[in-house]
């Protein structure tokens, strides 16, 4: 037995964990360092204040809402599997990820699909399944801060609600956010280099 299978022991439930996240041994260990590195007081989960010490959190822009993520139905607490699980949207989408995949396994994490889920949410800020004009415009002030004039930021608002509303119901379906961002290459852009 070598070093690597004694020390991927350390990490509990890995080799759940690396099928449902897609991870490799090495990166789920270091993010179980992180993980506990977190874990200021060695608690075993991690609080929304553990996760507010985390530098690029702490200066995005939607930080609060990325961390609201690890947070499903109001829950105070995140474990490791959890944890790993969020991150998993951000890892990067390998040549075998885009092979024939099992169409009874469930979709991976890092999917086309489930980056735009994960994306949606932020928007989604009561969780209604609708990106309503209001909830864009709180994430694009949030996004923007003071660099655009109230007016500026109610303008791109409306812009952005009328050209993804297909169906003029003045808010965007998950599906129009979907239809919205086809062009774009979301898999590169919620990929995090470090999480293969």
Known sequence: ???????????????????????????????????????????????????????????????????????????????????????????PVDDEDTGTRDPMQPEPLNSRMNKLRFAFQLYDLDGDGKISRHEMLQVLRLMVGVQVTEEQLESITDRT????????????????????????NIEQKMSIRILK
Do not use: C, W
């Not at 990166?27 to 996760?51: I, V």
């Not at 609600?161 to 774009?184: I, P, R």
């Open 1 to 91: 037995m070598g070093s690597g299978g004694s020390r991927a022991a350390q990490v509990p439930d890995a080799e759940r964990i690396r099928r449902e996240t897609g991870f490799s041994q090495a990166t789920l260990l270091r993010l179980y360092h992180r993980f506990r590195a977190l874990d200021s007081n060695k608690k075993g989960y991690l609080s929304r204040m553990d996760l507010q010490q985390i530098g690029a959190l702490a200066v995005n822009p939607l930080g609060d809402r990325i961390i609201d993520s690890f947070f499903p139905d109001g829950s105070l607490r995140v474990e490791f599997p959890d944890f790993a699980r969020v991150l998993a949207h951000f890892r």
């Open 161 to 184: 609600v009328q050209e993804a509303d297909e169906d003029g119901d003045g808010a965007v379906s998950f599906l129009e956010f979907t239809k919205s961002l086809e062009k774009m």
